[in-house]
């Protein structure tokens, strides 16, 4: 018979890199298979810490290492992958580049690039990452 499938929980975190005004973006393909412009982020390994995790994502999507400035915020989202639901939390972490590894090694990352804050705000399409930009603006206005 018909059974509902759970709910799968993922958790990941990832970076707003900020350098002299401009954030660093990524340009992935979606499960849609369309090309979009988001921020650096994944999946928290096993036995590793949301901070750890997204230091880790960030310089494997981008080839910079960064250090954390203070968390910015947790988006909360849903969507669905083969038919499932599945229920994402991300924790985001206001970063600053420390120096480029160039150790790229993220085979969805397609494009990496610095943009202006405006810029950002027009190439990003998530809700989530437009949340994201108005929480940091706002920090930085504080």
């Not at 928290?44 to 880790?56: C, T």
């Not at 494997?60 to 954390?68: M, N, P, S, V, Y």
């Not at 968390?71 to 083969?82: I, K, Q």
């Not at 705000?121 to 108005?134: F, H």
Request: proline share 4%.
């Amino acid at each position: 018979g018909f059974r509902r499938r759970p709910v799968r929980k993922e958790v990941s975190s990832g970076g707003l890199v900020v350098r002299d005004g401009k954030v660093l973006m990524v340009e992935v393909q979606n499960l849609l298979g369309q090309v979009v412009w988001t921020f650096p982020k994944g999946h928290l390994e096993k036995g590793e810490g949301p901070r750890r995790a997204a230091l880790r994502e960030v310089e494997e999507e981008t080839g910079w290492a960064c250090r954390i400035k203070g968390p910015l915020m947790t988006a909360r989202y849903e969507f669905r992958r083969g038919g499932r639901k599945v229920s994402k939390r991300v924790k985001w972490y206001w970063m600053a580049p420390l120096k480029r590894t160039g150790g790229r090694d993220a085979d969805e990352i397609q494009t990496v690039r610095w943009a202006a804050l405006a810029r950002a705000e027009k190439l990003i399409s998530y809700p989530s990452d437009c949340k994201l930009l108005k929480v940091f603006v706002r920090r930085l206005g504080e």
